[in-house]
């Protein structure tokens, strides 16, 4: 009998151990659910204050596109005062280029224009009257033209500081001529890729292209 008894006692050591490990286990538990429960009550700001941080990036990237926008940040190549001024030296260029009769002397004619130029080499040379064949025929026909021009939009807009060459604008213009020759008359219209550069404060006439097609100047077979 007394080896159950024995048994019986090693049993209830046994439960007794069972349960001290148990309450050993059961407060490991409590105290780390107690700490993860810190670090997710400490966890929860972080994406609160990352939010937030992103959206002090946000604003600060709207106030510094609105400093943009109004010119404290980024200082603009050109005002819309001068872009102005630039694109009435264009339409007045391309306008009196277009603008003659029959009777037009080319020193007369040309000067007024050459003082809307850079008056350099190319633009005196672009800046002429009909040649050739087709002045003889402008003459026979006692012919005139009246341009118009309208600035289209500006194509570029650049400020060449490593050059020093200075602020320059390249715009869209369409130019409508209507000629009268022979008792007919014609309309033409084209698109012209004009540019100026400022020089003493004044916007130039430094060139002009067909639009999309190059450089085109005076030849035997132009109108104008």
């Known amino acids: 009998m007394e080896l159950p008894e024995e048994n019986k006692r090693a049993g209830l050591l046994a ?8 309450v050993a286990v059961l ?3 409590t105290v780390f659910d107690g700490s993860d429960g810190g670090d997710g009550g400490g ?7 990352t939010s937030g ?4 990036g946000s604003d600060g990237g709207a106030d510094q596109g609105g400093g943009d926008a109004k010119g404290g940040a980024v200082k ?8 102005s001024d630039a694109h009435e030296a264009m339409a007045q260029y391309m306008a009196g280029l277009n603008t003659y009769d029959h009777s037009s002397d080319t020193a007369s004619w040309s000067a007024p224009l050459l003082r809307l130029t850079t008056d350099d080499i190319r633009m005196k040379q672009l800046t002429s009257l009909p040649t050739g064949k087709a002045w003889a025929t402008c003459r026979a026909d006692r012919c005139s033209s009246k341009g118009t021009a309208v600035v289209v939009r500006d194509a570029v807009v650049s400020d060449d500081l490593v050059r020093d060459s200075g602020r320059s604008i390249s715009s869209l213009v369409r130019v409508t001529a209507t000629r009268t020759a022979g008792g007919r008359t014609t309309t033409e219209s084209n ?19 067909v639009f999309g097609l190059g450089d085109v100047g005076a030849s035997d077979d132009s109108g104008a």
């Open 15 to 22: 439960l007794a151990v069972l349960g001290v490990l148990l």
């Open 27 to 29: 407060t490991v538990f």
């Open 43 to 49: 966890g929860s700001p972080a994406p609160t204050l």
């Open 53 to 56: 941080q992103g959206g002090s």
């Open 76 to 83: 603009p190549i050109i005002t819309s005062a001068e872009a």
């Open 191 to 209: 698109r012209w890729l004009v540019s100026v550069k400022e020089v003493g404060g004044h916007w130039l006439v430094s060139g002009f292209d």
